[in-house]
């Protein structure tokens, strides 16, 4: 069965912190790994993603960490804000035998404290 | 500005009912997809269209059915709805495939 495995369920962060919010994937046929963010009364949104032929992305203070032989890729959110307070999930998706979708991590709820 | 707007934002039902969630994107995205959300198990594919009149089963298709009549309109359908079914439903479209999925903001459902 397709797994993304997602930790921790939530997270309480001081402003200016570093979040960090780690997945872990099983299937080697996923080569897309994308994080949402979603806002309370929000659809999810994309933030940032990634393929494994690169090992680290940047888009400001959002950066995805990827390690393919591992099989983890996790989200870095340098100088938290308070604005950043959100659930965060992590997906995976590629060619497999079940199609090409994209399954979702469990999510973790982010809090950054003042 | 893109949009996919579903039709109710809460919705209580009984036991046995039929219940129809509209999904509507103005983005002229061929691809089209319907998600339920729990808390602790996150997001769980139900059905996704690639097209018109065409749907494939997602992870958790059991229980519902879907519509997809033109491009723009994505329909979920519970045959008979049964408490297990009370959830955030969240339907989403996209321009390729999974790549970046634009989402409505949910109907909540409550089946009683």
């Known amino acids: 069965q397709q797994q993304v495995k997602q930790s921790p369920q939530s997270l309480i962060v001081q402003k200016g912190g570093i979040s960090i919010i780690n997945c872990a994937y099983e299937?080697?046929?996923?080569?897309?790994f994308p994080w949402y963010q979603q806002f309370p009364g929000k659809g999810p949104a994309l933030l940032i993603a990634?393929?494994?032929?690169?090992s680290e992305k940047k888009e400001g203070r959002f950066t995805i960490s990827f390690n393919k032989s591992a099989k983890q890729f996790s989200l870095h959110i340098m100088d938290s804000q308070p604005g950043d307070s959100a659930t965060y999930f992590c997906?995976?998706?590629?060619?497999?035998?079940?199609?090409?979708?994209?399954?979702f991590g469990t999510g973790t709820q982010l809090k950054v404290e003042l | 500005d893109v949009k996919v707007t579903q039709s109710s934002r809460y919705l209580v039902k009984r036991t046995g009912e039929k219940v129809f969630l509209e999904c509507v994107q103005d983005?002229?995205?061929?691809?089209m997809f319907w998600y339920r959300q729990d808390p602790g198990l996150g997001l769980r594919l139900i059905y996704f269209?690639?097209?018109?009149?065409?749907?494939e089963k997602g992870d958790i298709p059991e229980g519902y059915s879907v519509s997809r009549e033109k491009k723009e309109r994505f329909s979920l359908i519970l045959e008979s709805a049964s408490t297990n079914q009370t959830s955030m439903y969240l339907c989403?479209?996209?321009?390729?495939?999974?790549?970046?999925?634009?989402f409505g903001s949910g109907t909540q459902l409550s089946v009683l």
């Open positions: 997906a995976a998706s590629g060619l497999t035998g079940g199609g090409n979708k994209l399954t």
């Open positions: 269209s690639y097209d018109v009149k065409m749907k």
């Open positions: 299937n080697t046929a996923f080569d897309y």
């Open positions: 983005m002229d995205h061929e691809n």
């Open positions: 989403a479209s996209s321009f390729w495939q999974n790549e970046k999925l634009f």
């Open positions: 990634i393929r494994p032929d690169v």
